[in-house]
């Protein structure tokens, strides 16, 4: 199976996980807690039953909150962006094995600006 422009195979489907990330795009994006339906409004292809169901699931794997608001939910991400990605490296360091072989890896794959950044951001240095 082949992807096309827009990321997908041949049969049209999604790659594992990716309709996950664009519906916590959507609420990223939002600002706040919104309904499935502004959340469809983002990610018009995938079917209303469909975005309910990721939204489900997301909730059950603690990545969003859902709260009922009159006959509907509201639904919001637990983290900003930059805390989920900072929880999916630490994930992936859990599970890397050898810590220093994973972090050595890491580093050594950093562009010239990101390790600067991060040396800054060891040494304490708060105006990054």
């Given at each position: 199976?082949?992807?096309?422009?827009?990321?997908?195979?041949?049969?049209?489907?999604?790659?594992?996980?990716?309709?996950?990330?664009?519906?916590?795009?959507?609420?990223?994006?939002?600002?706040?807690?919104?309904?499935?339906?502004?959340?469809?409004?983002?990610?018009?292809?995938?079917?209303y039953t469909t975005l309910l169901t990721?939204?489900?699931?997301?909730?059950?794997?603690?990545?969003?909150?859902?709260?009922?608001?009159?006959?509907?939910?509201?639904?919001?991400?637990?983290?900003?962006?930059?805390?989920?990605?900072?929880?999916?490296?630490?994930?992936?360091?859990?599970?890397?094995?050898?810590?220093?072989?994973?972090?050595?890896?890491?580093?050594?794959?950093?562009?010239?600006?990101?390790?600067?950044?991060?040396?800054?951001?060891?040494?304490?240095?708060?105006?990054?």
């Amino acid at each position: 199976m082949t992807g096309g422009k827009d990321g997908r195979g041949e049969g049209g489907r999604r790659a594992r996980g990716e309709l996950e990330s664009e519906v916590l795009a959507a609420l990223w994006a939002a600002g706040g807690p919104v309904t499935a339906t502004v959340v469809q409004e983002q990610v018009p292809d995938a079917a209303y039953t469909t975005l309910l169901t990721i939204l489900t699931r997301l909730c059950d794997k603690g990545l969003v909150t859902r709260q009922r608001e009159g006959r509907s939910h509201v639904y919001a991400p637990v983290d900003d962006q930059a805390g989920h990605a900072a929880a999916g490296m630490h994930s992936l360091l859990e599970e890397g094995g050898d810590r220093a072989a994973v972090l050595a890896r890491f580093v050594s794959e950093l562009s010239v600006e990101d390790e600067q950044l991060l040396e800054q951001l060891l040494h304490g240095d708060s105006s990054v």
